[in-house]
């Protein structure tokens, strides 16, 4: 989306922000109603099945927007129709297995992975036809949404449950007791560090592809393959995340779901940390390579053992629900939190704005590996020094280095009061065969 936003419609990034906070928005309310719909009314088959098919038809409108307004308000329509799907997959996935009698924690990852094969194949399709920037990527998504959701109504059904009594309190019909999970401190402090959770994962998703991407401001990067095929090499990350995977059962009977998700965090700290010293080539090039293999671990260890985790420990009345409360939290507050304090920190303490000539080389210099003064301006912001020394369109210059090693800050951060915190004696039955 970016590349399409700046790249081929030329707007400025005032409202970019907020359109890539739609996922978060849509994230905050639409899981939860979806999840409560697909407990209590409508199959989730169909459900997921509708969503997707409206996604679609929304994904080739979207690149025909006139303004960077309309295309908000279209991308925010979108993520309320294709967020939930993600929650309800997972729903749908974990009935059709329980119905055939097989073990939801040792037989979900190895169908799950199938998603990141997917989320792969798709990268490599974008960024090898040409559509990386242009609007033949949403119309390959439109295409392939609207498949599957005809392709869902082949599903096995997934009704409602129906296990609540019709005289029940209305709260409880509507599905609304799943938020009696926050009354637990363990469920409770587990949402609130999935909520964080989600914030880092924004953080590589905004500003992963970007980073690799602005080494083109640099002549000796600008022809590398880091730079010209960035999205393949950040596709490394979603590889891991297929071995990762498949190691979940292994790593959640191990060990529990306590040290699985410190694992994930300590894996963020590694994403982070080696971005921050990572250049497209020699050593540096493998440090990214790095960050990239231990995406995997950070991703598949709270995402999918998240969702696990709930599935496992929550009534069988409000799965559904739970699942979506979970959405709620990671790809909703959490990504909202991650995209807009972010931004923030990026901009007010990691962004340099230069308007005189002798300041940017002055700051340059105090840079390793960076171009010369005359270099950067000519080949990366197409600057001119005016006679008096000043420039003829300001220079931002992001101090990459210290936003990825803020954000591995905040991960350990997080990882030390989890540990505190967090109290859950691993008990290995409980995630014992789950067929009920």
Same mark, same amino acid.
């Given at each position: 989306?970016?590349?399409?936003?700046?790249?081929?419609?030329?707007?400025?990034?005032?409202?970019?922000?907020?359109?890539?906070? @739609?996922?978060?928005?849509?994230?905050?309310?639409?899981?939860?109603? =979806?999840?409560?719909?697909?407990?209590?009314?409508?199959?989730?088959?169909?459900?997921?099945? !509708? /969503?997707?098919?409206?996604?679609?038809?929304?994904?080739?409108?979207?690149?025909? &927007?006139?303004?960077?307004?309309?295309?908000?308000? /279209?991308?925010?329509?979108?993520?309320?129709?294709?967020?939930?799907?993600?929650?309800?997959?997972?729903?749908? &996935?974990?009935?059709?297995?329980?119905?055939?009698? $097989?073990?939801?924690?040792?037989? *979900?990852? +190895?169908?799950?992975?199938?998603?990141?094969?997917?989320?792969?194949?798709?990268?490599?399709?974008?960024?090898? @036809?040409?559509?990386?920037?242009?609007?033949?990527?949403?119309?390959?998504?439109?295409?392939?949404?609207?498949?599957?959701?005809?392709?869902?109504?082949?599903?096995?059904?997934?009704? +409602?449950?129906?296990?609540?009594?019709?005289?029940?309190?209305?709260?409880?019909?509507?599905?609304?007791?799943?938020?009696?999970?926050?009354?637990?401190?363990?469920?409770?402090? %587990?949402?609130?560090?999935?909520?964080? /959770?989600?914030?880092?994962?924004?953080?590589?998703?905004?500003?992963?592809?970007?980073?690799?991407?602005?080494?083109?401001? *640099? +002549?000796?990067?600008?022809?590398?393959?880091? !730079?010209?095929?960035?999205?393949?090499?950040?596709?490394? &990350?979603? !590889?891991?995340? =297929?071995?990762?995977?498949?190691?979940? +059962?292994?790593?959640?009977?191990?060990?529990?779901?306590?040290?699985?998700?410190?694992?994930?965090?300590?894996?963020?700290?590694?994403?982070?940390?080696? #971005?921050?010293?990572?250049?497209?080539?020699?050593?540096?090039?493998?440090?990214?390579?790095?960050?990239?293999?231990?995406?995997?671990?950070?991703?598949? *260890?709270?995402?999918?053992?998240?969702?696990?985790?709930?599935? =496992?420990?929550?009534?069988?009345?409000?799965?559904?629900?739970?699942?979506? $409360?979970?959405?709620?939290?990671?790809?909703?507050?959490?990504?909202?939190?991650?995209?807009?304090?972010?931004?923030?920190?990026?901009?007010? %303490? #990691?962004?340099?704005?230069? =308007?005189?000539?002798?300041? /940017?080389?002055?700051?340059?210099? @105090?840079?390793?590996?960076?171009?010369?003064?005359?270099?950067?301006?000519?080949?990366?912001?197409?600057?001119?020094?005016?006679?008096?020394? @000043?420039?003829?369109?300001?220079?931002?210059?992001?101090?990459?280095?210290?936003?990825?090693?803020?954000?591995?800050?905040?991960?350990?951060? $997080?990882?030390?009061? *989890?540990?505190?915190?967090?109290?859950?004696?691993?008990?290995?039955?409980?995630?014992?065969? !789950?067929?009920?």
């Amino acid at each position: 989306m970016a590349n399409f936003w700046f790249g081929t419609k030329h707007w400025d990034g005032t409202q970019f922000g907020a359109v890539f906070g @739609t996922m978060g928005i849509a994230s905050i309310f639409m899981p939860t109603i =979806t999840g409560i719909i697909a407990d209590r009314w409508v199959n989730a088959e169909r459900i997921f099945s !509708v /969503l997707h098919i409206l996604y679609g038809a929304i994904l080739f409108v979207l690149p025909h &927007s006139a303004d960077p307004n309309s295309f908000f308000w /279209l991308m925010l329509l979108a993520m309320c129709f294709y967020m939930p799907t993600i929650a309800l997959a997972n729903s749908i &996935s974990y009935t059709i297995l329980k119905n055939s009698n $097989l073990d939801v924690v040792r037989d *979900f990852p +190895p169908i799950r992975v199938w998603g990141t094969i997917g989320f792969i194949v798709a990268m490599w399709i974008t960024n090898l @036809t040409g559509n990386k920037a242009t609007e033949g990527q949403f119309y390959i998504g439109g295409a392939i949404a609207i498949f599957l959701g005809i392709y869902a109504l082949t599903l096995p059904k997934c009704p +409602p449950q129906k296990l609540i009594d019709k005289n029940a309190p209305l709260s409880e019909q509507l599905g609304l007791n799943a938020f009696k999970l926050f009354g637990s401190y363990k469920m409770a402090l %587990f949402f609130l560090f999935s909520m964080l /959770l989600g914030a880092a994962l924004q953080l590589t998703n905004a500003y992963g592809d970007v980073f690799l991407s602005e080494f083109s401001h *640099f +002549p000796k990067y600008a022809d590398s393959f880091v !730079v010209q095929r960035s999205t393949i090499i950040m596709s490394i &990350s979603q !590889v891991s995340e =297929t071995l990762f995977i498949l190691a979940i +059962p292994f790593f959640l009977r191990k060990f529990g779901i306590k040290k699985v998700m410190l694992m994930s965090m300590l894996a963020w700290v590694l994403r982070f940390g080696f #971005f921050a010293y990572g250049v497209p080539d020699g050593f540096g090039l493998s440090l990214i390579i790095f960050s990239c293999i231990v995406y995997g671990m950070a991703f598949d *260890f709270f995402n999918i053992s998240g969702s696990l985790f709930v599935e =496992t420990t929550t009534d069988k009345k409000i799965r559904s629900s739970a699942q979506g $409360l979970f959405m709620m939290m990671t790809n909703g507050f959490g990504a909202l939190f991650g995209s807009y304090i972010a931004g923030w920190a990026i901009d007010k %303490f #990691f962004t340099h704005k230069f =308007t005189n000539a002798s300041d /940017l080389s002055a700051y340059l210099d @105090t840079t390793a590996d960076n171009p010369t003064f005359l270099e950067i301006l000519k080949n990366s912001f197409n600057s001119a020094v005016n006679a008096d020394g @000043t420039l003829s369109s300001a220079v931002m210059v992001k101090d990459w280095q210290n936003i990825w090693l803020s954000f591995a800050i905040y991960a350990l951060i $997080l990882a030390i009061f *989890f540990a505190v915190l967090f109290r859950h004696k691993h008990n290995p039955e409980e995630i014992s065969p !789950v067929k009920h």
